[in-house]
């Protein structure tokens, strides 16, 4: 029954997040006769066009940019760009964070690359529809609406308030002429024939524990329906075709760690969907490839090189969720982060990091013992306990997914009873952006 | 080119000759344009019909065979014009000219002036209509055929003193008419020997504008009256048989609004009389054709003739379905030369009639007449005892040019109390959007128990003044209710048919489940009637074109029509109609009207025929400060307050738009105070 307070742990942030700056930040900012950003949202959005939604929150200091809001932001027009999604700015900030002024504003990455991708968004035909809600973030006499929309022109449309700079928001959308090309088959969707909280108890919270990742693919996708591929070759890889709300989509899933074999089915499998221009999705639950001399010999760093290379190159969609353990270079031939994946999921009860803390807590200890030896003293259990206990401590909390999320190496924490959900809105998101031909690779041989 | 016109005795060898008519043009437009070619059709005569620029789209045009635009909107230069009608009644070969009513339809020279080109004019001789035109000729006539006529002046003298003499001799209250009007133009009443002169020079000047005469003619008028009319029809042959009488007492503006056959109450002795004496009059001018006999009845069932309308009325419809005629047929037939279908003995009244004539028009502001598109139109459906006499479909317009009527429904029922049941049954499935009407008013005066009763007078209206015109209510929780569930409905099927006609229908952002990362979105649409919880729930479905609402609010279930137009949710039931309106935020209100404040404005557009103040008069409320001419009907704009004329915004003979102020108008308080500052 741990898992329920894993669940519970990740509902209980969120609610903290929804809080923004505190009460009484939130009542400050609603006196003004402003919306929360929130609630700005919720009445922008209809089931028309896919945007990507960039909304400063004024009640968290002032909606001023931190280093990891500038990272956020980058983030969001990084999703914009992958996806030609129009972007719209809701703007309510009191721009860069002064005394962070150096962690925000030299850099390549900083500030004022927001602007530079505004420019190349919209140089590459993707919309910025730009709306600043509540007050700006100069004195009326400096920066005004009456001053921009009139004098300076500046600003295309003069809004009343809040309610109205949305409405001209949604009519600047409606006006983008813009239509979405679906270049993959679509079918009827069906829901999966087996509920969704289910997954609660079939991954548990013990890592250590392995789960068939079939079962989870079956809470998933359109009526449960998994056309396996090489099923019984590699078989700590589990690759096949599903249907996620009517997208097609190639399923790679980890059911331990990886072999040559897998790495080969793995590589197989890529080449295959991107010939067939078929969405990936990334079921993560992986310590790494195999370690051993039988396996070195038998060329499992070759084989791994070749599903990292299939991984790097594959153009089409990307999705990941992280289920479980995702350790090593078993990251990297499963489309961790740095993979570029179109958006990247964690589960609440899976963990990242280079190896498990036991792990390097073992490794560090070895090391030290080896030294101490070396030198002629001694290291005794209670010492290496002693010098390992942080160790772990360290990797457990930094390997949490919270963390992870709280440093965007993800694109958040979700329910895993609401993953096709977020599947399938990363999909039809995804679907936005024209394919382009996967060109591989040397494949190492 | 004259039209063919083939003479041949008749295989019975009768010693009279008939005219073939192939082909009608119809000189007329809306409703009466489209009825007079659905008979024809029946019969299989050719129609011809002729139109405005106003009517290029309208429904009489596209019924037609054919069309032919006869010029701009304005009825003088188009419908008005004889030489236009006739050059097209020429150039399409027509045999016969169908006048409707209005319009040309009791115009001497147009009558005239088709005979000489050969043309068969649907309608009495033009020297009938020249008599009974002239109000006083008319009752001269009648007088020495043996018709009661009521006591007036029809005099030459036109001098304000001999008129107003003749006003005191009578006794007030007096009606002062336009010897040649009709239709309540150039009609006024004259209560005291104070407000006469006043009422007279604004008939006059009705008169002039619409008949561009303005003789008048005093007579008494008399209290309460009713008014009662027959329906006759002469041939060539000389017969001439009534089809009983019709009671069109119940008036607003001096004009019909709701008509029945039988008139209710009257005994078979009086209306034998009546009928025979109205056949007397038709006798006494010779007439042909389609003619309908007005009387003013008093309480005691005594009638005295009014005037002789010589043409097809309106109104005829309620004769057709207690007789079982068609009085269009039998024009056509009696001006072709053939006998009356029916003579007297065989004409049997059955059953009872209703019309109610639907206006676009404003009852709450004195049946302002209102013109626009009618954005949603559904009627009851059709049948034999059902009939919807209309001019116009859902889209067209109502037009500011020519009679604001938008249809005439028509019922028959075995008898009064089953036919009035019918008509309000019909009256609710009447459904209008986009512009004023009197369909609730309408609601309101047949259900009323005086109107019930059959007790009708041309003063019904002011006399249950506050039974016809209820203070709004605000609708009921349960419509609220309703109209919020359209809304939500309404709201998600525009959801669907987007999502359904994109280019991905199943992408989940199209599923509008409010969905959020994590957390539970709810929209929640709180309604708070009072303290009441409503339980409500509800689907819209869509049956021959309107969209029903079928919803249970707790616990009752009802289906009313639902349309939603702008920011107006109207609910159509079997209990009547309402809207609730949703309000508009204010970034979409649009700026607030500037301009001059507190002055008077024009109820509509129409232009300014007097202007009766300048700049520096001092007025007090009720003064009249303007008068204007909109839907043809003359409005005098009177000061909303007491105060000083600032300055006048329009001239005489310019034209107004509605809600345009009129005049600058400055209280007189504001003025001290704002000396004294």
């Not at chain 2, 009791?106 to 004019?121: H, L, P, S, V």
């Given at each position: 029954f741990q898992i329920f307070f894993v669940i519970l742990l990740l509902f209980i942030y969120y609610f903290l997040i929804n809080s923004g700056g505190g009460e009484k930040a939130r009542r400050l900012h609603t006196s003004r006769g402003k919306l929360l950003p929130r609630e700005r949202i919720d009445r922008l959005l209809d089931p028309g066009v896919e945007c990507i939604i960039v909304a400063n929150d004024a009640t968290v200091k002032g909606g001023t940019y931190y280093p990891i809001t500038v990272k956020k932001h980058l983030r969001a027009q990084e999703i914009a760009q992958q996806n030609h999604l129009p972007c719209i700015y809701l703007v309510d900030s009191g721009g860069a964070n002064l005394p962070r002024q150096a962690e925000v504003f030299p850099d390549r990455d900083h500030f004022g690359r927001i602007f530079y991708n505004q420019a190349r968004l919209?140089?590459?035909?993707?919309?910025?529809?730009?709306?600043?809600?509540?007050?700006?973030?100069?004195?009326?006499?400096?920066?005004?609406?009456?001053?921009?929309?009139?004098?300076?022109?500046?600003?295309?449309?003069?809004?009343?308030?809040?309610?109205?700079?949305?409405?001209?928001?949604?009519?600047t959308v409606r006006s983008l002429n813009y239509r979405k090309n679906i270049e993959?088959?679509?079918?009827?969707?069906?829901?999966?024939?087996?509920?969704?909280?289910?997954?609660?108890?079939?991954?548990?919270?013990?890592?250590?524990?392995?789960?068939?990742?079939?079962?989870?693919?079956?809470?998933?996708?359109?009526?449960?329906?998994?056309?396996?591929?090489?099923?019984?070759?590699?078989?700590?890889?589990?690759?096949?075709?599903?249907?996620?709300?009517?997208?097609?989509?190639?399923?790679?899933?980890?059911?331990?760690?990886?072999?040559?074999?897998?790495?080969?089915?793995?590589?197989?499998?890529?080449?295959?969907?991107?010939q067939r221009n078929i969405p990936l999705v990334f079921l993560q639950n992986i310590t790494g490839f195999m370690v051993g001399r039988e396996y070195e010999a038998g060329g499992i760093a070759k084989d791994g090189a070749k599903m990292v290379t299939a991984v790097a190159c594959a153009s089409v969609p990307k999705i990941t969720v992280i289920i479980g353990g995702s350790y090593g270079a078993g990251n990297y031939g499963m489309c961790g982060r740095a993979y570029s994946p179109r958006f990247l999921y964690m589960w609440p009860n899976s963990r990242i990091s280079v190896m498990g803390g036991e792990q390097a807590a073992t490794v560090l200890a070895t090391i030290t013992k080896d030294q101490r030896a070396r030198e002629g003293k001694e290291f005794t259990a209670e010492q290496e306990a002693a010098m390992k206990e942080p160790i772990v401590r360290r990797f457990e909390e930094e390997g949490s997914p919270y963390y992870s999320s709280a440093r965007l190496w993800d694109d958040g924490i979700i329910d895993p009873a609401e993953t096709r959900m977020v599947l399938g809105l990363s999909l039809s998101a995804a679907l936005n952006a024209p394919t382009t031909k996967t060109r591989f690779g040397v494949f190492r041989m | 080119m004259a039209a063919v016109i083939l003479s041949f005795p008749t295989l019975q060898g009768l010693r009279i000759f008939t005219q073939r008519i192939e082909k009608v043009l119809i000189a007329n437009r809306g409703e009466i344009a489209c009825r007079v070619m659905r008979s024809a059709k029946k019969m299989g005569v050719r129609s011809v019909a002729v139109y405005s620029d106003a009517d290029t789209h309208s429904m009489h045009v596209a019924m037609a065979d054919e069309a032919y635009h006869i010029g701009p909107a304005p009825s003088q230069q188009s419908y008005l014009s004889m030489d236009k009608v006739l050059e097209v009644a020429k150039k399409s070969g027509s045999h016969?000219?169908?006048?409707?009513?209005?319009?040309?339809?009791?115009?001497?020279?147009?009558?005239?002036?088709?005979?000489?080109?050969?043309?068969?004019?649907?309608g009495p001789p033009s020297s009938a209509i020249r008599d009974m035109g002239i109000k006083s000729t008319s009752k001269h006539i009648m007088s020495a055929a043996g018709v009661p006529i009521i006591g007036g002046y029809h005099g030459e003298d036109?001098?304000?003193?001999?008129?107003?003499?003749?006003?005191?001799?009578?006794?007030?209250?007096?009606?002062?008419?336009?010897?040649?009007?009709?239709?309540?133009?150039?009609?006024?009443?004259?209560?005291?020997?104070?407000?006469?002169?006043?009422?007279?020079?604004?008939?006059?000047?009705?008169?002039?504008?619409?008949?561009?005469?303005?003789?008048?003619?005093?007579?008494?008028?008399?209290?309460d009256p009713r008014h009662v009319e027959v329906q006759v029809f002469g041939d060539m042959h000389g017969n001439a048989v009534y089809l009983f009488e019709r009671d069109c007492s119940v008036q607003r503006r001096h004009q019909k609004i709701i008509e029945e056959a039988p008139a209710p109450g009257i005994s078979p002795e009086v209306r034998r009389k009546l009928g025979e004496a109205a056949v007397r009059a038709a006798k006494a001018v010779n007439y042909v054709g389609a003619g309908t006999v007005e009387f003013i009845m008093d309480a005691q069932h005594n009638f005295y003739f009014m005037e002789m309308n010589t043409r097809l009325q309106v109104e005829h419809p309620v004769s057709e379905m207690i007789t079982g005629t068609d009085l269009v047929e039998w024009q056509l037939r009696v001006a072709a030369g053939e006998r009356l279908p029916l003579l007297q003995e065989d004409i049997m009244l059955r059953g009872h009639s209703f019309e109610?004539?639907?206006?676009?028009?404003?009852?709450?502001?004195?049946?302002?007449?209102?013109?626009?598109?009618?954005?949603?139109?559904?009627?009851?459906?059709?049948?034999?005892?059902?009939?919807?006499?209309?001019?116009?479909?859902?889209?067209?317009?109502?037009?500011?040019?020519?009679?604001?009527?938008?249809?005439?429904?028509?019922?028959?029922?075995?008898?009064?109390?089953?036919?009035?049941?019918?008509?309000?049954?019909?009256?609710?499935?009447?459904?209008?959007?986009?512009?004023?009407?009197?369909?609730?008013?309408?609601?309101?005066?047949?259900?009323?128990?005086?109107?019930e009763a059959g007790n009708v007078s041309t003063s019904f209206i002011p006399q249950h003044y506050a039974d016809l015109f209820p203070t709004p209510k605000a609708p009921s929780g349960a419509t609220i209710c309703q109209a919020a569930l359209g809304l939500i409905l309404q709201e998600r099927n525009h959801t669907l048919g987007f999502t359904q006609s994109s280019t991905d229908p199943f992408s989940p952002f199209g599923s509008s489940s409010g969905w959020r990362n994590n957390i539970l979105f709810?929209?929640?649409?709180?309604?708070?009637?009072?303290?009441?919880?409503?339980?409500?729930?509800?689907?819209?479905?869509?049956?021959?074109?309107?969209?029903?609402?079928?919803?249970?609010?707790?616990?009752?279930?009802?289906?009313?029509?639902?349309?939603?137009l702008d920011n107006t949710v109207h609910l159509f039931s079997t209990e009547g109609s309402s809207q609730v309106s949703v309000p508009v935020p204010k970034y979409r209100a649009g700026v607030g009207g500037s301009g001059a404040q507190g002055g008077a404005v024009a109820p509509m557009t129409g232009t300014i025929e007097k202007v009766l103040v300048k700049a520096g008069d001092k007025v007090t409320v009720g003064d009249p400060l303007m008068v204007m001419i909109a839907m043809k009907m003359e409005h005098t704009i009177r000061a909303p307050k007491s105060g000083v004329i600032k300055k006048v915004l329009f001239s005489e003979g310019s034209q107004a738009n509605r809600h345009a102020p009129l005049v600058e108008l400055v209280e007189e308080e504001e003025q001290a105070e704002g000396s004294s500052q």
């Open positions: 919209s140089s590459e035909g993707i919309s910025q529809v730009k709306a600043a809600t509540g007050e700006e973030v100069s004195a009326e006499d400096l920066g005004g609406a009456d001053l921009h929309c009139k004098k300076s022109g500046v600003t295309d449309h003069y809004a009343l308030d809040d309610n109205h700079a949305l409405h001209l928001a949604r009519k993959v088959t679509i079918e009827s969707p069906e829901s999966p024939l087996y509920p969704a909280d289910e997954l609660y108890g079939i991954v548990g919270d013990n890592l250590k524990r392995n789960f068939d990742v079939r079962e989870v693919i079956a809470r998933i996708v359109d009526g449960s329906k998994f056309d396996e591929f090489k099923a019984f070759y590699g078989d700590t890889l589990v690759t096949g075709f599903s249907r996620i709300f009517g997208y097609p989509v190639g399923i790679i899933g980890n059911n331990g760690v990886l072999f040559s074999e897998s790495a080969k089915k793995g590589t197989h499998f890529i080449e295959l969907c991107c | 016969a000219v169908h006048p409707g009513y209005g319009f040309l339809s009791e115009n001497t020279e147009f009558a005239e002036a088709c005979k000489q080109e050969g043309i068969i004019f649907i036109q001098s304000n003193e001999k008129l107003q003499a003749e006003a005191v001799r009578i006794g007030y209250p007096v009606m002062i008419k336009a010897v040649r009007g009709g239709g309540g133009k150039g009609m006024r009443i004259a209560r005291s020997d104070s407000d006469f002169l006043e009422q007279l020079e604004s008939a006059r000047r009705e008169a002039r504008k619409s008949f561009n005469d303005d003789v008048m003619l005093i007579e008494k008028f008399v209290e109610a004539r639907i206006y676009a028009e404003d009852p709450n502001n004195d049946f302002l007449p209102g013109a626009g598109p009618l954005l949603h139109l559904s009627t009851p459906s059709p049948d034999q005892h059902t009939r919807i006499e209309t001019g116009v479909r859902e889209g067209d317009e109502v037009s500011a040019h020519y009679d604001p009527m938008i249809a005439k429904l028509v019922v028959w029922g075995e008898d009064r109390s089953a036919a009035l049941k019918k008509l309000r049954y019909c009256l609710r499935q009447y459904n209008i959007v986009g512009l004023n009407t009197n369909i609730d008013f309408l609601l309101n005066l047949s259900g009323h128990p005086e109107f709810n929209r929640n649409v709180t309604l708070q009637v009072g303290d009441e919880v409503n339980h409500v729930t509800g689907e819209v479905e869509m049956e021959g074109g309107a969209s029903f609402l079928h919803c249970t609010v707790n616990g009752v279930k009802s289906r009313p029509k639902l349309v939603i």
